[in-house]
């Protein structure tokens, strides 16, 4: 499962239990409920619970990503929060997903709210619930109220992951690949000539018919992750890629 090695474990010695309350806007309309009652409420549908500041000066990007896999514009407030979202697009079987979907409110001796960034619904009705924050970010503080959010992911059966990827090159390459999730360069007829393949990208695309359609092709299927390839290195046409035999 992509993002497992990013999943926020429920610490072992859980903090102790605080009521809390979630607060969320469907249809334009604030509600806030009692965490026993948020098993019905659809975050897929929901609009964010605050807005995406701006200032003079402001020194992190924010906007709006296609992401193909859910037809659908996502907002974002980091260049960290885009390229989670990237991968993401990545990932088959992604249903929705929802920027700021709710406010996770603490009550009793040690108050504290929280905005996570996203809510991911996948097609078999399973669901993520997302904090993106560089790894240099982690602070005691922040640890703290990503415990209290992990045991309270674990109270409702969804998974929690903390994506903290920090790697330029990553970035750049899926950022590249993206023009090759396209519809157009859909290759289930051709697919299977790579049926066990091993060998620099090159390589694929000649199987995959040559030239510009074959490279972009090769692409497509490194994209959709059928083809696997160590994207913490710079593409190139001697890049190795396998296929997967999952795939």
């Known amino acids: 499962m992509m993002f497992s090695n990013f999943v926020w474990p429920a610490p072992a010695e859980a903090p102790a239990v605080v009521p809390r309350r ?29 807005d995406f500041p701006t200032w003079p000066g402001k020194q992190h990007y924010s906007g709006l990503l296609y992401m193909q896999g859910v037809q659908a514009h996502v907002g974002f407030e980091s260049l960290a929060e885009r390229s989670f979202l990237i991968e993401l697009d990545r990932l088959e079987g992604v249903r929705s997903v929802t ?11 040690v108050p504290g709210n929280h905005a996570p960034d996203f809510f991911v619904r996948f097609a078999d009705g399973s669901r993520m619930l997302v904090d993106v924050r560089p790894l240099q970010r982690i602070d005691a503080a922040a640890r703290a109220v990503f415990d209290r959010t992990a ?8 998974r929690y992951v903390v994506y903290s990827e920090d790697s330029p090159i990553r970035d750049a390459n899926a950022r590249f690949l993206m023009r090759f999730r396209e519809p157009r360069w859909s290759v ?13 990208i090159s390589e694929a695309a000649e199987r995959l018919g040559g030239g510009q359609e074959g490279l972009g092709r090769c692409y497509a299927l490194i994209w959709s992750r059928r083809l696997d390839v160590d994207l913490e290195q710079p593409l190139s046409l001697r890049t190795l890629v396998t296929w997967r035999n999952d795939a």
């Open 151 to 158: 045991v309270l992911c674990a109270d409702f059966g969804w």
């Open 99 to 109: 920027s700021q979907p709710m406010w996770i409110r603490w009550l009793g001796t």
């Open 22 to 50: 979630i607060e969320y806007q469907l249809d334009g309309v604030r509600v806030e409920v009692d965490v026993a009652d948020v098993g019905s409420v659809p975050f897929e549908d929901c609009e964010p619970v605050r």
């Open 188 to 200: 289930d007829d051709l697919a299977q000539a790579l049926s066990g393949f091993a060998g620099t």
